[in-house]
């Protein structure tokens, strides 16, 4: 009697919701605070703020440090867990449809709503100093204008360790592919030896990321403050109605377009947006898609997702499936366009459509992300003066902050509909998260 009792004991405490820690320790109420405390001193101190770079940049190494050997692993495993080729075909083939499919949408979205909004008309580019920063990127968008072909050849690392070495995303995910069709062609005793290691060492990187993620308030802080300060207010009056439209329209983007994918899948938009929303704060205050890779490919199995689906399409995702940086880019080239007063047909808006659904496939390799991506687009087209690009630089950090925030957003979605197309979601098997979280 007292046995069972006790055994009864032990089912209830295993049961038990973990107890509700306070607000205030939170990641999500210290990333807010942060932020809020950035944009002060931003504005009260903006040579001071200046130098809180160091901390967002410290914060994102960190992060960076482990993007490529998480998504290495996790895309490994999810083929080795698949059991079967067919299957991560399967699954790989519904999630690149899903990718092409939504960022034609999306660039088609922004070039509809920059000539609703009228982007860029009124706007005075006249030709003026340059930032540094600005420039470099420019020109490492034309030093190496991509053909098809070479785009294609630089898919595939000339070394194993290479590809890490440069945090080459799109490198390492070809990388893991392989390797992860080598874990099925394995024996089952030594797949099952290989499939143990490997998880050992995920999740030991997994607890290091938790590490770092202490630090987040203190990089977003940094990074908000720099932003602000660095900008200037007068820069910022200019450009302003380009970010106030750009920020209405992805957010017209995520309800309309990626809510209306939850409908056809039967998915809770607002339900999913809750669930990632400490990732979203991170995402927003340090505008970088990586700085909370590594957390959602822990994160999205316990909303019901299988491991395998999520460690295969979320890392495809980010190299193949980023919603904002399109939207960014088809705004963009509206922008340039009114603001020069350069009529552009429906035959030239399409040929840069095809243009962008290469080139963006390319912005989570870049350093410098979406502008540079942008930049070498223009160049490609040869339709709008590059010049105009280095103005959009001014307000640049404040728009890659939403953009990365729809690129994870859309992420997210992509994941959960494309496990629900093979059957691998189960909303039965979400878990509570941990307190960590």
């Not at 316990?302 to 193949?320: C, E, I, N």
């Not at 902050?401 to 098997?429: C, D, F, Q």
Request: include cysteine; hydrophobic fraction near 55%.
């Amino acid at each position: 009697m007292t046995n069972h009792t006790h055994t009864l004991e032990k089912e209830a405490v295993s049961y038990a919701s973990p107890p509700k820690k306070a607000f205030w320790k939170g990641l999500g109420f210290q990333i807010a605070v942060s932020m809020i405390l950035g944009i002060l001193v931003g504005f009260l101190w903006p040579e001071f703020a200046t130098s809180l770079k160091l901390l967002g940049d410290i914060f994102l190494r960190l992060i960076k440090s482990a993007v490529a050997p998480l998504i290495f692993l996790t895309v490994a495993l999810g083929i080795g867990a698949a059991g079967d080729i067919k299957q991560v075909g399967k699954v790989g083939l519904s999630a690149i449809i899903y990718f092409e499919i939504v960022s034609t949408i999306a660039i088609l979205f922004g070039f509809g709503m920059g000539e609703l909004f009228s982007v860029g008309s009124g706007t005075v580019l006249a030709e003026g100093q340059v930032s540094a920063q600005a420039s470099n990127l420019i020109q490492a968008s034309q030093a190496t204008p991509k053909s098809f072909g070479q785009f294609f050849l630089e898919i595939f690392p000339e070394s194993f360790m290479g590809a890490f070495s440069e945090n080459n995303l799109l490198q390492v995910l070809v990388l893991a592919l392989m390797f992860g069709f080598g874990i099925l062609l394995l024996k089952e005793k030594e797949r099952v030896v290989v499939e143990k290691a490997l998880n050992y060492v995920a999740h030991a990187f997994f607890k290091f990321i938790h590490v770092i993620m202490l630090l987040a308030p203190i990089g977003t802080f940094g990074a908000i403050a720099y932003a602000v300060g660095s900008n200037g207010v007068d820069m910022l009056i200019k450009l302003t109605w380009l970010v106030v439209a750009f920020y209405i329209t992805l957010i017209l983007f995520v309800v309309i377009v990626l809510g209306t994918v939850c409908l056809i899948f039967k998915l809770n938009l607002f339900d999913i947006i809750r669930f990632i929303k400490d990732e979203l704060y991170i995402t927003f205050g340090t505008a970088s898609s990586e700085s909370v890779l590594p957390r959602l490919l822990e994160k999205l199995p316990k909303y019901g997702a299988s491991r395998q689906t999520v460690g295969l399409v979320l890392p495809t995702g980010y190299a193949f499936n980023l919603d904002g940086t399109s939207i960014y880019m088809s705004m963009g080239v509206i922008f340039l366009a009114n603001a020069y007063g350069i009529p552009l047909s429906l035959d030239q808006l399409f040929g840069i459509l095809l243009i962008m659904l290469l080139t963006s496939k390319g912005a989570a390799t870049v350093s410098g992300g979406a502008f540079v991506v942008f930049a070498a687009t223009i160049t490609t087209t040869g339709l709008l003066p590059l010049e105009g690009v280095a103005v959009m630089f001014g307000v640049y950090r404040f728009m890659s902050m939403a953009l990365a925030v729809t690129n994870i957003i859309g992420n997210t979605v992509a994941t959960i509909a494309v496990a629900k197309i093979n059957h691998e979601y189960h909303p039965s098997r979400r878990q509570p998260l941990d307190e960590e979280d």
